[in-house]
């Protein structure tokens, strides 16, 4: 949904008198004047949050097919666990949903979320604080992510997407 922003012009209240009577307007007196700006703000409910250098190291890691199951399964997120999520945004994706979702073999979803997990773009576990029992497939936040503020286990399962890593000494440059 589009908004246009508005500013609030501020007028010394000396410098103006009452139409109706003369009297000068004095101190204590607000004038404000409401100005609509040439911005607007987009307000959604199901907006990501896209990291654009993790995204261009990611594609330049991935092949376009798997880069693009990848964009396909980040659809809908969960908010503090960015926890991928089918499209009725309360079931978590399972490989059999992710190979249904994108029209693949359950075997060629399994290798694409294999590869995604081995780059440290997905984590596949159980996420208990989230409400979930069972393993599920966990999006890294440096990537892609809904809103700002995500709960300490998340960030600690990932590295940063952007930060220089050595993938033989597991350590960060």
Avoid: Q
């Avoid at 998340?154 to 350590?171: A, I």
Wanted: aromatic share 10%; hydrophobic share 35%; glycine share 4%.
């Amino acid at each position: 949904m589009k908004k246009n922003l508005y500013k609030f012009n501020n007028f010394e209240p000396t410098d103006y008198a009452n139409i109706k009577t003369g009297e000068i307007l004095g101190p204590g007196v607000e004038i404000k004047e409401i100005v609509v700006t040439d911005e607007s703000i987009y307000k959604s409910k199901h907006c990501l949050i896209l990291d654009t250098d993790a995204l261009n190291i990611v594609k330049s890691n991935l092949s376009y097919s798997d880069f693009g199951a990848l964009i396909r399964m980040c659809e809908n997120v969960s908010w503090d666990f960015n926890v991928l999520l089918t499209s009725d945004k309360t079931i978590p994706h399972t490989n059999s949903s992710i190979a249904k979702e994108l029209n693949i073999t359950g075997e060629g979803a399994r290798k694409i979320l294999n590869k995604l997990v081995s780059k440290n773009i997905l984590a596949y576990c159980i996420c208990y604080p989230a409400g979930f029992k069972k393993k599920v497939y966990i999006l890294n936040p440096s990537l892609m992510r809904r809103g700002n503020k995500f709960k300490n286990a998340v960030s600690s399962m990932f590295r940063d997407l952007t930060e220089p890593f050595d993938e033989v000494n597991e350590k960060i440059k």
